[in-house]
């Protein structure tokens, strides 16, 4: 869903990237229009959105952007790629980060499909060094390429299918610096596919502080304060 403010533009962000992810962002919504993967069984859904982008909403992606500058994020963790529509809001909010008050920054992008990490570094190309410079993609099965070189992270997006959001929650965990923010889609239309990762944030002594904020179908933000 477009919004009405927009800050990237308010930050500056060159006219090609912001048309960019106009036109990605219509061709998800377009796509999904015709393919409803809530329909689909978890073992089915590999396959039947094997092609599609599934991005993260514009008005979420534009969220995050604003959040990750706000915490002058520099290691975010995003949990489900796909074509890396949602991982281009989080480069360009490292690259932002980085230049602003120096040191170094990593988006982890991690995404299954080897074809889809393709066409994602393909995109980034089409944005630029201030898109990409700050990504370090990783291919295969986040269980496994989450396992190693992982730095104090400040930020975790997690947009992959039901199923493997609590295990890789469990993986980042003890990364997670002291209010290192986790976001989650769709955590109200969604809510029973979530229970488990829900009841886990929720439970007490968690560490999680959680807030569901009413986007279309809910975006969680729970802050790690153990
Ligand atoms: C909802 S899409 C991500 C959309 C993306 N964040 C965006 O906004 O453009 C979820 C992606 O997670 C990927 N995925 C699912 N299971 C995975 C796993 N175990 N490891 C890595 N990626 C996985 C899927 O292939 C799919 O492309």
Request: hydrophobic share 40%.
């Amino acid at each position: 869903m477009a919004s009405p403010t927009n800050p990237l533009k308010d930050a500056g962000v060159p006219q090609h990237i912001l048309s960019l992810l106009d036109r990605l962002h219509t061709a998800s919504i377009e796509q999904e229009s015709r393919l409803d993967i809530t329909a689909f069984a978890p073992d089915q859904i590999h396959n039947a959105a094997r092609d599609a982008f599934i991005a993260l909403d514009q008005d979420k992606c534009h969220f995050v952007y604003q959040l990750a500058r706000a915490m002058n994020a520099k290691n975010i963790i995003e949990a489900g790629t796909s074509f890396g529509v949602s991982t281009m809001y989080l480069g360009l909010a490292v690259s932002a980060n980085v230049q602003a008050s120096g040191g170094s920054g990593t988006v982890i992008a991690t995404e299954h499909e080897p074809s889809k990490g393709e066409q994602a570094r393909k995109y980034w190309a089409e944005g630029g060094e201030v898109v990409s410079k700050h990504i370090d993609l990783r291919v295969g099965d986040l269980l496994q390429t989450l396992k190693e070189n992982i730095p104090t992270i400040d930020m975790l997006l997690l947009d992959i299918w039901a199923p493997m959001t609590l295990p890789a929650l469990k993986v980042v965990q003890p990364h997670l610096r002291h209010g290192a923010v986790v976001i989650i889609d769709n955590t109200i239309s969604s809510a029973s596919r979530y229970k488990e990762l829900l009841e886990y944030l929720r439970a007490d002594h968690s560490g999680f502080t959680n807030l569901t904020i009413p986007y279309s179908n809910g975006l969680e933000m729970c802050v790690y304060t153990p």
